[in-house]
């Protein structure tokens, strides 16, 4: 299996797997935008010559978007092999080579955010144990921050204290999101339109830095709503998936509607 390392040469004209094909679309360009300005930073983007999704992106965790404390490791972004994709063994063609390029690079070890259960968007544990990964570090309400150290005597890896740490959300819905995935590019105006329509209070917090990221108040940057300071879903929300949120919201006491 040839595998395809994205880089500034080939950036423009090779599909990124996780967003739609057309080169012009608002989420494609969006994630491209946010790649191109990881890669000098040490960003791997690497993918099977395949149709589909079959890829892995990391990066050195000191330039994660991620609030974790893991000096000289390596950070999955995501490993993400899908469909009729899976059981070719991709994955662990994929994930091999991310420790092999990271041993090289001298690397301690890996790190990978996941949760108690298989859930979208976060890896999956019952592979990443299989895989040698262990569970290191914990946040609510199911996050773990799991982690392959090439060797066991290095200090371990855990969460920055601000996930911890929800006392300046403001009240209402509070969504956390970044350019890291493609697909906050179309959903998230979908629903601050959603919330603007139905007089719901409804704040954005565009992480635009890493600095930023590596203090922001979830473990999963990429998406994160949270109502009246509580988390509520790391999961990208669709319309109809929100509109099923505010009608439970707003059988509860609140100031929304």
Not at 72 to 86: A, E, P, R, T
Not at 130 to 157: C, H, Q
Not at 204 to 229: C, S
């Amino acid at each position: 299996m040839n595998l395809i390392k994205i880089t500034h040469d080939n950036l423009e004209l090779e599909h990124i797997c996780c967003a739609l094909a057309d080169k012009k679309d608002l989420q494609v360009m969006s994630k491209k935008n946010w790649l191109k300005e990881r890669l000098d930073e040490g960003l791997v983007f690497l993918k099977c010559d395949v149709q589909g999704k079959c890829f892995i992106e990391y990066i050195p965790a000191e330039y994660a978007w991620a609030p974790i404390e893991a000096k000289d490791y390596m950070y999955i972004n995501c490993l993400w092999v899908s469909g009729q994709l899976k059981g070719h063994g991709y994955s662990n063609l994929l994930l091999d080579k991310c420790i092999e390029d990271s041993k090289e690079k001298g690397k301690k070890g890996l790190v990978i955010l996941s949760s108690k259960k298989k859930m979208g968007f976060l890896s999956d544990p019952k592979y990443m144990k299989y895989k040698g990964f262990k569970t290191v570090d914990t946040a609510n309400p199911y996050f773990e921050l799991m982690y392959l150290p090439f060797d066991e005597s290095i200090n371990k890896p855990c969460f920055n204290k601000a996930v911890y740490e929800h006392k300046n959300i403001p009240k209402g819905f509070t969504l956390y999101y970044t350019n890291q995935c493609p697909f906050t590019a179309k959903y998230v105006p979908l629903l601050e339109s959603m919330a603007k329509e139905r007089n719901v209070v409804f704040h954005t917090v565009h992480i635009k830095t890493r600095e930023d990221a590596q203090n922001a108040p979830t473990p999963f940057t990429t998406f994160a709503l949270f109502y009246d300071g509580q988390f509520v879903t790391h999961e990208i929300l669709s319309e109809k998936k929100f509109e099923k949120i505010l009608i439970n919201k707003s059988t509860e006491k609140s100031p929304i509607l």
